[in-house]
């Protein structure tokens, strides 16, 4: 990275620096993206688990999207989770993350933090990464350029112009450029990138705040088919350093990336096991997988 790609990224990350701030659709972008990389709180994992959920509930005008929902999540797994339309997948993910509040249940990240005690953009502090079913990458922006406002803070424009990545800032970009697979896109606009890229491109995003925990809403839909076999490569790769959550209808995707499967219907754990077992489970196939 030369520094006038450097002078150049912070000028033009300044000009589109409101971007940042403005709310979206769910706030998740601004809550994710634009706080400083830091360490965030330890989260305490001694008792094996990063992410713990004791019968949640939650109801949409009297509808319980979710129902009693119990389930954990060990330090570094990557977990898939399947399910019908409407079995609440995406709705959980809205609740770990501090969009919905529940009614009632317990969530907690590792055994001390309650994650019902903070927001959402708490939460993304805490370590918690999110990338939503469809990619909302800065078109207009490089693809270094979006790496770079992932790590900004929303200080405003001048802030923002004098804004340089100090050297281990740098090098995690560069990290980051490799496990993406764009090392050789660095300077094309994201726009122009293809849909997978752009999926690439957000998570790599993500990973500049080093999330202890990312939650991926059916990250492969819509990819080509070797797009979606470097994304199992990715998540392989991203195993291990962090916790993952993955909700996929696609199962060849999931056969390839997944050790433990739960399957969500009617807002709660129907099944859990490898692949091949909850596959074989008839009440999975009944709702589910069909016949
Ligand atoms: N904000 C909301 N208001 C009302 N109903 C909702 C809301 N969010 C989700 N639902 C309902 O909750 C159920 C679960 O939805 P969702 O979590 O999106 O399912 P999935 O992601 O598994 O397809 C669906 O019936 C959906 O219509
Ligand atoms: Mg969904």
Request: hydrophobic share 40%; net charge negative; aromatic share 6%.
């Amino acid at each position: 990275m030369t520094p006038d790609l450097l002078q150049q990224g912070a000028q033009r990350v300044a000009e589109h620096a409101k971007l940042v701030s403005q709310a979206t659709e769910s706030g998740g972008r601004s809550a994710g993206y634009g706080r400083v990389v830091q360490d965030t709180a330890q989260v305490d994992v001694t008792h094996g688990r990063i992410l713990y959920l004791e019968d949640v509930s939650v109801s949409f005008d009297g509808f319980k999207a979710i129902n009693k929902l119990s389930l954990d999540i060990a330090p570094g797994e990557l977990r898939c989770i399947i399910g019908p339309n409407g079995a609440g997948k995406t709705t959980m993910m809205d609740i770990i993350t501090g969009k919905t509040r529940p009614d009632e249940g317990t969530v907690f990240f590792g055994s001390t933090i309650d994650l019902l005690r903070h927001n959402e953009p708490e939460i993304a502090q805490l370590g918690i990464g999110r990338k939503f079913q469809k990619p909302t990458v800065f078109e207009h922006l490089t693809v270094f350029e979006n790496l770079e406002l992932a790590l900004k803070t929303p200080k405003g424009v001048k802030a923002s112009m004098f804004f340089k990545l100090d050297s281990r800032q740098s090098d995690r970009l560069a990290e980051v450029l490799h496990t993406i697979h764009l090392q050789d896109s660095v300077r094309v606009q994201a726009g122009t990138l293809s849909h997978g890229q752009k999926q690439w491109l957000e998570i790599g995003m993500l990973l500049m705040q080093d999330p202890k925990l990312l939650l991926l809403d059916e990250p492969v839909a819509g990819m080509t088919d070797h797009e979606t076999e470097r994304t199992a490569e990715l998540f392989l790769t991203l195993k291990g350093k962090h916790s993952l959550m993955v909700v996929e209808h696609d199962m060849s995707f999931i056969r390839t990336i997944s050790d433990i499967v739960t399957v969500l219907c009617d807002g709660s754990v129907l099944a859990q096991g490898t692949l091949d077992q909850v596959q074989a489970d008839e009440r999975v196939i009944e709702v589910y997988l069909g016949r």
